[in-house]
């Protein structure tokens, strides 16, 4: 899909006026009722639309040869950030499959930011992973091929879309890795679609499982021996900011199919365990987006790449491995092996890089969707200042997130009768908490946070208009935020 900046809608075939609460017309609806002799005033006044967020109302006989479509955009003195993007989306959604081919987004009242964001918002909306369906009738495709964002300042919303172009980029990327079949993503492909960010300006590096045996990774690679398909370490770095200055480093999941191993998963709903690499792909698409839009910044990006299949030479329960760390772990469940992973990935990002802080993020455990729901992600830290700024950017970025606590006292819930550690705790009882408090045991002191993105990476019936059903691509504008707000020079 094209995006135009321009100063008139032009010949579009359908055009979006926005229209707030109590049926207040926008400055541009304004300016079209005088021009269709009252038809916009009279049509946001007809039946039960008032300009409320999320309504939409197609007039007829406005114009000959355009559709005419009134947007709620909530209230006016709201309008801003997540209420632009909102409007925006809406207006693409209402239009999309009506036949029109190029839409008219009337926003002439923003500032360049403003219809820059309204723009980045119809990106995402629009998003869509049908690369693999070859019988869909036309009805069935958006006929929306070009969305014309008509703004005050063409020049300058076009200018300032830039970041906000890089952003979507990022999520999109993530998006289309998690959308993948695993047949398609596997870890080596993974690394190899990450190989092509070097275009961008990213250093990628690839360890194989020889490198990583001679590092001691014994947690990762115990969880990937069933497959085979090798496991690989994916490090990516962005170097933006002072050469002298610690990077900031995040970690991901990347469990390109987990079966759940010996322990196996239930037959039903385990496609769906395709998107176990949903943290390691919002990593990837973080680091797209730092790179697309130069950040002022040194970040490091690294992942853990495995399949968790049960063939003749997979871990087994009951199995002690050597981390690279030294700690031992025994292996209690097979299925619990995202924390596995994530155990060797964080102790090597903390020994290699020494970075300001480590924040991971997994679809790790089934028990945060228990205790949040589905629109919730949920952060553990050991550094309330790091877990202040995740907090802060969920409201800016509409990804919510909320933070759990780490007691000690539940320690004893992984402590091991054999090893140093086990990789479950004591049934189902508070399984996130023993699960992130696993993963602090790796991290050596330095400030971390983990967030469980289990709820969130994947949705089947979304609310937000911006975000389609299917991968959700969260974490990428989450953290992004956080860098730009706290964290570039």
Request: net charge neutral.
């Amino acid at each position: 899909m094209k995006i135009e900046f321009v100063a008139k809608a032009g010949d579009a075939d359908a055009v979006a006026l926005l229209v707030f609460e109590e049926s207040r017309l926008s400055s541009a609806a304004r300016d079209a009722d005088v021009v269709l002799g009252g038809s916009i005033s009279r049509g946001a006044r007809q039946g039960r639309f008032s300009g409320k967020a999320g309504q939409t109302l197609l007039l007829g006989g406005t114009s000959e040869s355009s559709q005419t479509w009134l947007i709620g955009a909530g209230a006016e003195s709201a309008f801003r950030d997540l209420a632009i993007e909102t409007a925006a989306a809406h207006a693409y959604n209402a239009a999309k499959m009506s036949g029109a081919r190029t839409l008219a987004i009337e926003l002439t009242q923003l500032p360049a930011d403003g219809a820059a964001r309204a723009a980045f918002a119809v990106r995402l909306a629009a998003y869509r992973f049908d690369k693999y369906r070859t019988t869909q009738k036309p009805e069935k495709v958006p006929s929306v091929e070009t969305v014309r964002i008509v703004c005050a300042d063409p020049k300058a919303t076009k200018a300032a879309a830039k970041s906000w172009d890089a952003l979507a980029d990022g999520i999109m990327f993530t998006r289309d890795l998690v959308s993948e079949p695993a047949n398609i993503l596997h870890p080596q492909s993974f690394a190899e679609r990450c190989k092509a960010l070097k275009t961008l300006g990213l250093e990628v590096e690839v360890l194989g499982e020889k490198e990583m045996e001679k590092l001691g990774m014994g947690s990762l690679l115990g969880v990937g021996q069933g497959s085979v398909r090798e496991s690989q370490l994916l490090i990516m770095r962005w170097n933006g900011g002072a050469k002298t200055e610690a990077p900031i480093a995040f970690i991901g999941k990347g469990v390109c199919f987990d079966t759940g191993g010996i322990s196996i998963k239930p037959a039903e709903g385990m496609e769906e365990m395709k998107w176990d690499m949903g943290g390691g792909g919002a990593v990837a698409g973080l680091m797209h987006a730092l790179a697309g839009r130069k950040a002022k910044v040194n970040a490091v990006g690294v992942i853990g790449l495995v399949e968790n299949m049960p063939d003749g030479n997979a871990q087994r329960p009951g199995d002690v491995v050597k981390s690279m760390s030294g700690q031992t772990i025994e292996v209690i469940n097979t299925d619990a092996e995202g924390r596995l992973v994530l155990a060797d990935a964080l102790w090597y990002t903390q020994d290699r890089f020494k970075p300001k802080f480590m924040i991971d993020l997994a679809t790790l455990t089934g028990a945060m969707i228990v205790s949040l729901g589905m629109e919730y992600a949920g952060v553990f830290s050991n550094d309330d200042k790091l877990a202040d700024n995740i907090l802060a950017a969920g409201p800016v970025t509409g990804e919510n997130v909320w933070r759990l606590p780490l007691p000690e006292a539940y320690e004893r819930h992984i402590d091991s009768p054999i090893a140093d550690v086990k990789n479950m705790g004591n049934g189902r009882s508070g399984g996130s908490i023993t699960a992130a408090l696993f993963l602090q045991r790796f991290v050596n002191k330095v400030p971390w946070a983990h967030i469980d993105i289990a709820p969130t990476a994947w949705t089947k019936d979304s609310k937000v208009e911006t975000v389609p059903n299917g991968a959700t691509g969260y974490g990428v504008r989450l953290l992004n935020q956080m860098v730009q707000d706290r964290y570039e020079g």
